[in-house]
C-alpha cells in the first residue's frame, strides 16, 4: 500500500481493530515484542522482598515471645513473693508443717518442723515423698503404734487417698517421748499438699488430767452415797 494513501490505511485498520479481540492483540504482541518487564522481573527484588518478609515474620515472633515471658516472668516474680510471705508466716507457727507438689514430693518445711523432728529433715533433704514420711515415722517408732509393715502401709495409703478425695480428717497421735499431735494432711489448691503437726500435749495433759479428777469425783461420790445408805440403816 502506498505510502500516501493515508485514507484506505485508516480503513483497514479500523477494520482489523474491529474483527480482532483485544486479548488476541495482547498475544500477538507478546510473541512480537515479548512481555513488557516488571519490577518483580528484578531478581534483587524478589529477594529483598523475600529477606523483608522473613525479617518482618521472624519481628514479629521474638516480639511475641518477648511480651510472653516478660509476661510470664512478672507472675512469677509475684509468685516467688507470695511464696516467700508464705514461707516466713509458716516458719512462725509453733507447729511441724510441710508442703508437697503435686506427685507429693517435699518442696518446703518449716522451722518448726526442724525443730520437733530433727531425725526426718534428712529424709525431706533428699526429697522424700509424703507417703515415705508417714511411714517412716510410723516404722522407726517416732510415732507410737502396735501395727505390722503391712498395715501401716494400708493405713498410711488410705490417709493419702483420703486426703486426694479431699476427706482428710484430723487425728492424734503420739510420740515415743510423750508428746501429742494433731495431724492432718490436706490438699492445697490444685497443685499442691500439706501435713501438718500441732503439739497439743499441753492440752492433752490438761484432758487427761481433768478426766482423772472426773473419775476420782465420780468414785468418791460413790463412796460418799455408799457411807449416806450405812448410815441411814443405823
Keep these: 500500500m502506498a505510502a500516501e494513501n493515508e485514507p484506505l490505511r485508516t480503513v483497514l485498520n479500523a477494520a482489523i481493530y474491529s474483527s480482532i479481540s483485544p486479548e488476541y492483540l495482547a498475544e500477538v504482541e507478546q510473541i512480537w515484542f515479548g512481555r513488557s518487564r516488571t519490577l518483580w522481573d528484578n531478581v534483587l527484588v524478589r529477594w529483598g522482598l523475600l529477606i523483608s518478609a522473613v525479617m518482618l515474620a521472624a519481628i514479629l515472633v521474638l516480639g511475641y515471645w518477648f511480651f510472653h515471658y516478660r509476661k510470664r516472668s512478672a507472675e512469677l516474680s509475684r509468685d516467688r513473693a507470695s511464696d516467700q510471705l508464705l514461707i516466713g508466716a509458716l516458719d512462725e507457727v509453733a507447729a511441724a508443717i510441710v508442703i508437697y507438689d503435686d506427685n507429693l514430693k517435699a518442696i518446703h518445711w518449716n522451722h518448726g518442723f526442724e525443730l520437733i523432728f530433727p531425725s526426718m529433715v534428712p529424709a525431706l533433704k533428699k526429697g522424700a515423698t509424703m507417703r515415705q514420711m508417714i511411714v ?15 498395715e501401716i502401709l494400708e493405713k498410711v495409703d488410705l490417709f493419702i487417698e483420703d486426703m486426694r478425695r479431699g476427706r482428710a480428717e484430723v487425728r492424734t497421735v503420739r510420740t515415743q517421748d510423750g508428746r501429742v499431735f494433731q495431724a492432718r494432711d490436706v490438699k492445697l489448691g490444685a497443685r499442691h499438699f500439706a501435713s501438718l503437726r500441732v503439739d497439743v500435749s499441753q492440752l492433752q495433759k490438761q484432758q487427761d488430767t481433768i478426766a482423772h479428777q472426773a473419775v476420782s469425783l465420780e468414785a468418791a461420790n460413790e463412796d460418799l452415797r455408799t457411807f449416806s445408805s450405812i448410815t441411814a440403816m443405823i
Design 136 to 150: 517412716q515415722s510410723y516404722v522407726d517408732g517416732t510415732i507410737q503404734n502396735d501395727l505390722s509393715d503391712v
